[in-house]
């Protein structure tokens, strides 16, 4: 998506439609923001890890028998804020508190069943979504006995308050929110005023008052996309699971840049990457090397130096958790 020259508002957002697939209905939705799988023309987003997206439930004798019938898929749209939150994948520790785990909890409570889910993007502890979809999958009694607006209402009322379905849509049969997806949209916020950044506070990284070269940061950029090896912008044990077990680490960006804006009125550095799929804090490590960049302390070449080192000690630190957001997925 090509953003307009010059900062902007990214509060004020434009409606789109959302078709139910069901009923043919349709529900607004935000521009820039691909919520459910259907959305074919809205504009395409820590990591997306391909393991562990669905929860393993165990289910009785009865449930198992019931999941051999399960015929019809459901997309939700799902937003939250991260900072409660020990990431989005269900922990074994029961009193560990996750999206997923909240999702699946409210979804056994309307389906009087455990319900399998699967995420778009698995994001980490801290990190917030705007556009995360989620999709399970229904026997062909359940899915008549509560309609997806129904069930959104009834989710968004007994999820944690932090947690909200944004739509609901059915797709067919087969549908997986995480193999289905042909590419996911990360966008990281930097505050650099002097002034603390009170009214986003929990979804920016505060540089205070570092000035940042957004130019600068914007030609270094450009050497992330396209099909590399990020093994130095994965953190370094994840990588050495990966090559165990013969897997690759490398990922395609299909656009990286940066641009000044704000938001709620507050002056931020916006740096949006588009891509296939991405390593472990693969978004947070790049911030984290652009923002060395910007800062002057690197030329911009230096990212195509980090990228051949194939080292994660070549690349720049890793930017927190609380300034990256999962903007939205394509499918």
């Given at each position: 998506?090509?953003?307009?020259?010059?900062?902007?508002?990214?509060?004020?957002?434009e409606?789109?439609?959302?078709?139910?697939?069901?009923?043919?209905?349709?529900?607004?939705?935000?521009?820039?923001?691909?919520?459910?799988?259907?959305?074919?023309?809205?504009?395409?987003?820590?990591?997306?890890?391909?393991?562990?997206?669905?929860?393993?439930?165990?289910?009785?004798?009865?449930?198992?028998?019931?999941?051999s019938?399960?015929?019809?898929?459901?997309?939700?749209?799902?937003?939250?804020?991260?900072?409660?939150?020990?990431?989005?994948?269900r922990?074994?520790?029961?009193?560990?508190?996750?999206?997923?785990?909240?999702?699946?909890?409210?979804?056994?409570?309307?389906?009087?069943?455990a319900?399998?889910?699967?995420?778009?993007?698995?994001?980490?502890?801290?990190?917030?979504?705007?556009?995360?979809?989620?999709?399970?999958?229904?026997?062909?009694?359940?899915?008549?006995?509560?309609?997806l607006?129904?069930?959104?209402?009834?989710?968004?009322?007994?999820?944690?308050?932090?947690?909200?379905?944004?739509?609901?849509?059915?797709?067919?049969?087969?549908?997986?929110?995480?193999?289905?997806?042909?590419?996911?949209?990360?966008?990281y916020?930097?505050?650099?005023?002097?002034?603390?950044?009170?009214?986003?506070?929990?979804?920016?990284?505060?540089?205070?008052?570092?000035?940042?070269?957004?130019?600068?940061?914007?030609?270094?950029?450009?050497?992330?996309?396209?099909?590399?090896d990020?093994?130095?912008?994965?953190?370094?044990?994840?990588?050495?699971?990966?090559?165990?077990?013969?897997?690759?680490?490398?990922?395609?960006?299909?656009?990286?840049?940066?641009?000044?804006?704000?938001?709620?009125?507050?002056?931020?550095?916006?740096?949006?990457?588009?891509?296939?799929?991405?390593?472990?804090?693969?978004?947070?490590?790049?911030?984290?090397?652009?923002?060395?960049?910007?800062?002057?302390?690197?030329?911009?070449?230096?990212?195509?130096?980090?990228?051949?080192?194939?080292?994660?000690?070549?690349?720049?630190?890793?930017?927190?958790?609380?300034?990256?957001?999962?903007?939205?997925?394509?499918?």
């Amino acid at each position: 998506m090509e953003e307009p020259a010059g900062a902007e508002e990214i509060g004020v957002v434009e409606q789109v439609s959302v078709h139910r697939a069901d009923e043919g209905h349709t529900y607004g939705a935000r521009d820039g923001f691909v919520a459910c799988a259907g959305i074919a023309h809205a504009v395409g987003v820590t990591d997306v890890a391909r393991d562990g997206c669905a929860a393993g439930a165990v289910f009785s004798a009865a449930e198992a028998l019931e999941t051999s019938r399960l015929s019809r898929c459901v997309a939700l749209g799902v937003a939250y804020d991260g900072a409660p939150f020990a990431g989005f994948a269900r922990q074994a520790e029961s009193h560990v508190t996750t999206v997923q785990g909240e999702l699946e909890r409210v979804l056994s409570v309307l389906y009087r069943r455990a319900v399998d889910t699967v995420c778009a993007g698995r994001t980490d502890a801290g990190v917030h979504a705007l556009g995360q979809v989620v999709s399970f999958d229904l026997t062909e009694e359940e899915f008549a006995s509560r309609p997806l607006r129904t069930l959104m209402k009834s989710m968004n009322a007994l999820v944690d308050e932090r947690i909200t379905v944004t739509c609901a849509e059915e797709r067919p049969a087969g549908f997986s929110a995480r193999f289905d997806a042909t590419s996911r949209e990360y966008r990281y916020f930097i505050a650099t005023g002097n002034a603390r950044p009170v009214l986003i506070a929990r979804s920016v990284w505060h540089l205070r008052g570092a000035p940042l070269d957004v130019d600068a940061m914007n030609t270094a950029a450009r050497f992330l996309v396209g099909e590399h090896d990020f093994k130095s912008f994965c953190v370094a044990s994840s990588a050495l699971h990966l090559e165990g077990e013969g897997r690759s680490t490398c990922r395609r960006v299909i656009e990286a840049d940066v641009r000044s804006t704000h938001v709620m009125g507050t002056p931020v550095v916006e740096v949006r990457i588009v891509g296939n799929a991405f390593l472990h804090s693969m978004i947070r490590i790049i911030v984290g090397t652009l923002v060395a960049v910007g800062q002057g302390r690197r030329d911009a070449s230096w990212v195509a130096d980090v990228l051949a080192a194939r080292d994660r000690t070549a690349a720049g630190e890793t930017a927190p958790a609380c300034g990256l957001t999962f903007w939205s997925v394509r499918y």
